[in-house]
């Protein structure tokens, strides 16, 4: 039996950190293998001969070959994945440079620290015995010492240095030197420029060890002081204000408190602003500015910290900034060489903003160069490539720019993949985009494409720059397009549920598919069922009719709501629902049960696609049919007497309500997100016209514009995380034809979805209503008189009286507009500033016209009891109303206004947003409302007393009767309001 050994170790203990060596086990085999070397290099071929003789098996010596190998010592590398890596094999014949090679293969794969290969004979084969040892799995990446960032910042930053360092990835020294000179950029980042890093390794058997990062993050170190010298076109504050990431806070724009808002230094973003600097002094003509290298100079802050009247601490760093302004200069103008594809100059001209004889302004400038190079995108020159060439005329001080065009030559679209669509065809996608294979490339439709996928909600959001390659071919003229897709789970199936003030408390069921067995149709079902709401729907999409991009839908519905303030206010605050009747009086309370069926088509309008939206036109079709139930006799009032169905009035016309009604829309969207935009706008517009077919006839025109603005800080910027938002919505609805529009399609404002600080339907102007009351004639000690005194019964003599109720029925016409700062904190967690407008109000008094026949039931009735003989009343008197009905001065055309901060939260289980928001509201109604009396209260005739017996009882109820219907009214609405809700604004 003979033993060959070949061994190798990194040499390298966790303490010492060395690089690996190849190295013999022991001294002895050493000693050996230098002995070897020296011999085989001095002993020349003869020497060579001898050896290859003696390990070159003979006849006698019978055929060497391979065993299996065997492996020892892997514990997480499997042996196969070991025996994958050799040359040898068994049966093979040994040969001790394949063996060689086999211990270079395992070493190269870094996955050892110790590899040593033995030869073992047998009478069979020669049998190979391979050692490896592992290197280490790292367990454990502690932190000590560190506080300005976090850990899950570390590990993102590792992430994007490749690093490649965390938990149960192997243990590699240089890795670790490579973490520690990330964590100090990091900390360096945030102010801390003199931190140190240490590691303490620790062993953690059998086979791992623990990675502890010793951090001692030092002073932090903020900017001082910032001045330049050569400056006198530009002040130093207009040249601070440049410097974006190292200018002191101020307020505003650097004017202000500029000490006490410094930000932290940071060494690597110095350059970045010295460019600022001098391109701000390019902006403004001076074309051949200059920024030499900036000095710094650290010290100690020193001063009193105005926060906490203690000396400050830290480190400052004050920058000079020389600069060399030199001469201004204006736009002469801009020509171009080397277009042939496009020979009109006026074209490439009109793609650059600034105007000869301004002052040069190198941003423009770019912006133009950048529009140049989208505009040769669309015509397929994705290679454009414009060079500007300056020519100075010093003495008339103009610049003069030539752009040497180099277009390239067209491409066409060759092929188009998709790669994550495991559920979605290829067809729904393709069906989406604008560019089709053999088709010249776009990159403003293939960008359009993008934005229309991101607009389906099926997928991830796609970004033109990270989720899609293309792959040219030069030769061809061909370029491959692959979109990176990341589908979201078409399927929902949830429980959703919570508190709103216009659904109350309720909880629902639903199921809902966007993309129905991956073909892009929408199904849903839902359920809700709560205090104030219940509803059950069905619908079904097709966006594609007939492979054509027309979308056709259904909707079979019914559902109940109710309208009810009183219950609103309790669950809303959390209060008692029961109001006084003087408050019940003002609100209009019903509810409406209603059954009906939508049909909606809409194409989309290719020829009026834009840069970044797409434009479709709609139709519906929506018949129902509902009933309405009021709660109190001023709502039963308005709503029997108002002249909305033709032929019927009084209770008959609340029931048998069918509404057929037809609805063109037009709709623009650019916005990059169904669900949370983040940028875009979009703009929808339609008119309901209801008429033929069911026995109310209305018009309502509604538009409303969304914008979104991603934001850093308080300035728009593409890469910022924050969203400004707003939104701007108009609705009016008048009847026609004789009828004036249905109480129930009146604008009802106030609530979670207009204007938050106010209670549900709360915000809008009053109306008075006359009404026939039948008041007690009472005496003066507070009992009612009897109709019999000998049989009480009969019950008490009743006196009926005309007074003027006010009731809140809504307006005809409604502008609301919303402003949001949303700043995103983590996944499905937003807090929000917000800003609500709205103004809700009567623009056309003839939609308070009461029908005749509901008029006559008011004005051709008996008021009064004068004389009251043997149970009957005598000397009843008839009053005059007006048809139309009354608003209460001082309460229409009275704006509402909320601000306030909001924090939302959406939950994937109860897929609804919880939203917790403080409004204070700075404009409101707040006023004392006199009564208007049906008659005169004085004076000669038909006044309010005579309806009442010229007795004791008849004077005391006479004045009880003015007490109470005579009184004015207090409208107070909320100055400030805490509400926790589900719903959404837009």
């Given at each position: 039996m003979r033993i060959f050994t070949v061994n190798r170790e990194s040499g390298s203990s966790l303490?010492?950190?060395?690089?690996?060596?190849?190295?013999?086990?022991?001294?002895?085999?050493?000693?050996?293998?230098?002995?070897?070397?020296?011999?085989?290099?001095?002993?020349?071929?003869?020497?060579?001969?001898?050896?290859?003789?003696?390990?070159?098996?003979?006849?006698?010596?019978?055929?060497?070959?391979?065993?299996?190998?065997?492996?020892?010592?892997?514990?997480?590398?499997?042996?196969?994945?070991?025996?994958?890596?050799?040359?040898?094999?068994?049966?093979?014949?040994?040969?001790?440079?394949?063996?060689?090679?086999?211990?270079?293969?395992?070493?190269?794969?870094?996955?050892?620290?110790?590899?040593?290969?033995?030869?073992?004979?047998?009478?069979?084969?020669?049998?190979?015995?391979?050692?490896?040892?592992?290197?280490?799995?790292?367990?454990?990446?502690?932190?000590?010492?560190?506080?300005?960032?976090?850990?899950?910042?570390?590990?993102?930053?590792?992430?994007?240095?490749?690093?490649?360092?965390?938990?149960?990835?192997?243990?590699?020294?240089?890795?670790?030197?490579?973490?520690?000179?990330?964590?100090?950029?990091?900390?360096?980042?945030?102010?801390?420029?003199?931190?140190?890093?240490?590691?303490?390794?620790?062993?953690?058997?059998?086979?791992?060890?623990?990675?502890?990062?010793?951090?001692?993050?030092?002073?932090?170190?903020?900017?001082?002081?910032?001045?330049?010298?050569?400056?006198?076109?530009?002040?130093?504050?207009?040249?601070?204000?440049?410097?974006?990431?190292?200018?002191?806070?101020?307020?505003?724009?650097?004017?202000?408190?500029?000490?006490?808002?410094?930000?932290?230094?940071?060494?690597?973003?110095?350059?970045?602003?010295?460019?600022?600097?001098?391109?701000?002094?390019?902006?403004?003509?001076?074309?051949?500015?200059?920024?030499?290298?900036?000095?710094?100079?650290?010290?100690?802050?020193?001063?009193?910290?105005?926060?906490?009247?203690?000396?400050?601490?830290?480190?400052?760093?004050?920058?000079?900034?020389?600069?060399?302004?030199?001469?201004?200069?204006?736009?002469?103008?801009?020509?171009?060489?080397?277009?042939?594809?496009?020979?009109?100059?006026?074209?490439?001209?009109?793609?650059?903003?600034?105007?000869?004889?301004?002052?040069?302004?190198?941003?423009?400038?770019?912006?133009?160069?950048?529009?140049?190079?989208?505009?040769?995108?669309?015509?397929?020159?994705?290679?454009?490539?414009?060079?500007?060439?300056?020519?100075?005329?010093?003495?008339?001080?103009?610049?003069?720019?030539?752009?040497?065009?180099?277009?390239?030559?067209?491409?066409?679209?060759?092929?188009?993949?998709?790669?994550?669509?495991?559920?979605?065809?290829?067809?729904?996608?393709?069906?989406?985009?604008?560019?089709?294979?053999?088709?010249?490339?776009?990159?403003?439709?293939?960008?359009?494409?993008?934005?229309?996928?991101?607009?389906?909600?099926?997928?991830?959001?796609?970004?033109?720059?990270?989720?899609?390659?293309?792959?040219?071919?030069?030769?061809?003229?061909?370029?491959?397009?692959?979109?990176?897709?990341?589908?979201?789970?078409?399927?929902?199936?949830?429980?959703?549920?919570?508190?709103?003030?216009?659904?109350?408390?309720?909880?629902?069921?639903?199921?809902?598919?966007?993309?129905?067995?991956?073909?892009?149709?929408?199904?849903?079902?839902?359920?809700?069922?709560?205090?104030?709401?219940?509803?059950?729907?069905?619908?079904?999409?097709?966006?594609?009719?007939?492979?054509?991009?027309?979308?056709?839908?259904?909707?079979?519905?019914?559902?109940?709501?109710?309208?009810?303030?009183?219950?609103?206010?309790?669950?809303?605050?959390?209060?008692?629902?029961?109001?006084?009747?003087?408050?019940?009086?003002?609100?209009?309370?019903?509810?409406?049960?209603?059954?009906?069926?939508?049909?909606?088509t809409s194409e989309p309008l290719r020829h009026l696609w834009t840069r970044t939206g797409v434009a479709r036109i709609g139709l519906a079709y929506a018949l129902s049919r509902s009933s309405v139930s009021t709660f109190n006799d001023n709502t039963r009032n308005v709503f029997q007497s108002l002249a909305f169905r033709s032929g019927v009035q009084g209770p008959n016309q609340l029931n048998g309500i069918v509404t057929s009604v037809l609805t063109p829309s037009f709709t623009f969207s650019s916005l990059d997100r169904a669900v949370g935009p983040h940028n875009g706008k979009d703009f929808n517009f339609d008119i309901q016209v209801a008429g033929i077919g069911g026995n109310v006839k209305y018009y309502s025109p509604q538009l409303s514009y969304r914008q979104f603005f991603p934001m850093k800080g308080l300035k728009v910027n593409r890469e910022g995380h924050n969203v400004l938002g707003y939104r701007i919505q108009f609705a009016h609805t008048a009847g026609f034809g004789g009828d004036v529009a249905p109480p129930t399609n009146r604008f009802y404002s106030g609530g979670d979805q207009d204007i938050r600080g106010f209670d549900v339907r709360s915000a809008g102007p009053y109306t008075f209503i006359p009404t026939r009351v039948m008041f007690n004639l009472t005496n003066p000690d507070g009992n009612t008189v009897p109709i019999d005194p000998t049989n009480p019964t009969l019950g008490s003599i009743k006196i009926p009286i005309p007074v003027y109720r006010m009731v809140s029925i809504g307006g005809d016409t409604s502008f609301t507009s919303n402003v949001e700062y949303r700043i995103p904190i983590v996944s499905q967690v937003t807090f929000a500033f917000f800003t609500d407008f709205n103004l809700t109000f009567d623009a056309q008094a003839s939609q308070l016209r009461q029908s005749v026949a509901g008029q006559a039931v008011i004005a051709g009735a008996s008021y009064g009891c004068p004389t009251f003989v043997n149970g009957s009343c005598f000397g009843g008197q008839s009053v005059s109303f007006p048809q139309q009905l009354h608003v209460v001065p001082g309460t229409n055309f009275v704006p509402r206004m909320s601000n306030g901060a909001e924090l939302q939260v959406i939950l994937p289980i109860v897929n609804a947003p919880f939203r917790l928001y403080y409004a204070y509201n700075p404009l409101r109604l707040y006023k004392t409302i006199p009564q208007e009396l049906a008659v005169p209260n004085s004076g000669v005739g038909n006044t309010f007393q005579s309806f009442f017996p010229n007795s004791d009882a008849g004077l005391y109820s006479y004045q009880q009767a003015v007490q109470y219907y005579g009184a004015n009214y207090l409208l107070r609405e909320p100055r400030k309001t805490f509400r926790l809700t589900v719903s959404t604004t837009f």
């Amino acid at each position: 039996m003979r033993i060959f050994t070949v061994n190798r170790e990194s040499g390298s203990s966790l303490k010492s950190k060395t690089k690996p060596v190849c190295t013999r086990s022991s001294r002895s085999r050493i000693a050996q293998a230098v002995l070897f070397f020296s011999l085989a290099a001095f002993s020349g071929p003869a020497l060579m001969a001898q050896n290859n003789a003696a390990t070159t098996p003979t006849a006698e010596q019978g055929v060497q070959t391979l065993c299996q190998p065997e492996v020892i010592g892997n514990r997480r590398i499997p042996k196969e994945s070991v025996l994958a890596r050799l040359f040898s094999h068994q049966n093979d014949l040994y040969d001790p440079s394949v063996v060689e090679r086999d211990f270079n293969s395992l070493w190269n794969t870094g996955y050892f620290d110790n590899i040593r290969i033995e030869r073992l004979d047998t009478s069979k084969c020669v049998q190979l015995i391979i050692y490896v040892k592992e290197k280490p799995t790292i367990k454990e990446l502690l932190y000590k010492g560190l506080s300005s960032v976090s850990q899950s910042d570390v590990l993102e930053a590792f992430k994007k240095a490749k690093v490649g360092l965390s938990v149960e990835s192997q243990y590699d020294p240089t890795k670790i030197k490579r973490a520690e000179v990330v964590i100090k950029e990091m900390l360096a980042a945030h102010g801390h420029q003199f931190a140190s890093v240490t590691e303490t390794i620790k062993t953690i058997p059998p086979a791992g060890v623990s990675v502890t990062f010793n951090v001692k993050e030092g002073p932090t170190v903020k900017v001082g002081k910032i001045e330049f010298t050569g400056n006198s076109a530009l002040s130093d504050r207009t040249l601070r204000r440049a410097m974006k990431n190292l200018k002191p806070i101020g307020i505003p724009h650097s004017i202000l408190l500029e000490n006490l808002f410094a930000r932290t230094f940071d060494a690597t973003k110095l350059d970045e602003d010295t460019e600022r600097v001098r391109q701000a002094y390019r902006d403004r003509g001076y074309f051949k500015a200059l920024t030499t290298e900036p000095t710094t100079h650290v010290r100690d802050a020193g001063g009193l910290n105005p926060f906490t009247l203690r000396p400050s601490k830290g480190k400052r760093v004050d920058i000079l900034m020389p600069v060399e302004e030199g001469e201004r200069y204006r736009l002469g103008g801009i020509t171009f060489s080397g277009n042939k594809a496009v020979t009109n100059i006026k074209v490439l001209r009109a793609q650059f903003t600034q105007k000869d004889g301004e002052w040069f302004d190198a941003t423009k400038f770019q912006k133009g160069l950048d529009q140049l190079r989208k505009s040769y995108g669309e015509l397929g020159y994705i290679n454009f490539v414009g060079s500007p060439t300056p020519r100075i005329d010093e003495a008339k001080k103009l610049i003069y720019l030539n752009i040497d065009i180099d277009e390239g030559k067209p491409f066409y679209v060759s092929r188009i993949e998709f790669t994550g669509n495991t559920i979605t065809r290829d067809k729904v996608i393709r069906r989406e985009l604008l560019l089709e294979e053999g088709q010249v490339y776009n990159s403003r439709l293939w960008d359009l494409s993008i934005l229309r996928l991101n607009q389906l909600n099926y997928f991830d959001t796609l970004k033109a720059d990270q989720d899609s390659e293309s792959r040219q071919n030069a030769d061809d003229g061909t370029v491959d397009l692959l979109l990176k897709l990341k589908e979201k789970g078409k399927n929902s199936i949830g429980l959703n549920g919570g508190i709103s003030g216009l659904s109350g408390t309720f909880i629902g069921l639903n199921y809902s598919t966007n993309n129905f067995l991956g073909l892009g149709e929408t199904l849903s079902v839902q359920a809700n069922i709560g205090d104030l709401s219940r509803q059950l729907s069905f619908g079904f999409t097709e966006p594609y009719l007939h492979n054509k991009p027309i979308s056709l839908g259904m909707q079979v519905f019914t559902q109940k709501y109710d309208y009810n303030p009183a219950k609103s206010y309790g669950i809303a605050n959390n209060q008692s629902q029961n109001l006084t009747n003087a408050q019940q009086s003002l609100l209009t309370n019903y509810n409406t049960a209603t059954t009906g069926l939508t049909i909606t088509t809409s194409e989309p309008l290719r020829h009026l696609w834009t840069r970044t939206g797409v434009a479709r036109i709609g139709l519906a079709y929506a018949l129902s049919r509902s009933s309405v139930s009021t709660f109190n006799d001023n709502t039963r009032n308005v709503f029997q007497s108002l002249a909305f169905r033709s032929g019927v009035q009084g209770p008959n016309q609340l029931n048998g309500i069918v509404t057929s009604v037809l609805t063109p829309s037009f709709t623009f969207s650019s916005l990059d997100r169904a669900v949370g935009p983040h940028n875009g706008k979009d703009f929808n517009f339609d008119i309901q016209v209801a008429g033929i077919g069911g026995n109310v006839k209305y018009y309502s025109p509604q538009l409303s514009y969304r914008q979104f603005f991603p934001m850093k800080g308080l300035k728009v910027n593409r890469e910022g995380h924050n969203v400004l938002g707003y939104r701007i919505q108009f609705a009016h609805t008048a009847g026609f034809g004789g009828d004036v529009a249905p109480p129930t399609n009146r604008f009802y404002s106030g609530g979670d979805q207009d204007i938050r600080g106010f209670d549900v339907r709360s915000a809008g102007p009053y109306t008075f209503i006359p009404t026939r009351v039948m008041f007690n004639l009472t005496n003066p000690d507070g009992n009612t008189v009897p109709i019999d005194p000998t049989n009480p019964t009969l019950g008490s003599i009743k006196i009926p009286i005309p007074v003027y109720r006010m009731v809140s029925i809504g307006g005809d016409t409604s502008f609301t507009s919303n402003v949001e700062y949303r700043i995103p904190i983590v996944s499905q967690v937003t807090f929000a500033f917000f800003t609500d407008f709205n103004l809700t109000f009567d623009a056309q008094a003839s939609q308070l016209r009461q029908s005749v026949a509901g008029q006559a039931v008011i004005a051709g009735a008996s008021y009064g009891c004068p004389t009251f003989v043997n149970g009957s009343c005598f000397g009843g008197q008839s009053v005059s109303f007006p048809q139309q009905l009354h608003v209460v001065p001082g309460t229409n055309f009275v704006p509402r206004m909320s601000n306030g901060a909001e924090l939302q939260v959406i939950l994937p289980i109860v897929n609804a947003p919880f939203r917790l928001y403080y409004a204070y509201n700075p404009l409101r109604l707040y006023k004392t409302i006199p009564q208007e009396l049906a008659v005169p209260n004085s004076g000669v005739g038909n006044t309010f007393q005579s309806f009442f017996p010229n007795s004791d009882a008849g004077l005391y109820s006479y004045q009880q009767a003015v007490q109470y219907y005579g009184a004015n009214y207090l409208l107070r609405e909320p100055r400030k309001t805490f509400r926790l809700t589900v719903s959404t604004t837009f």
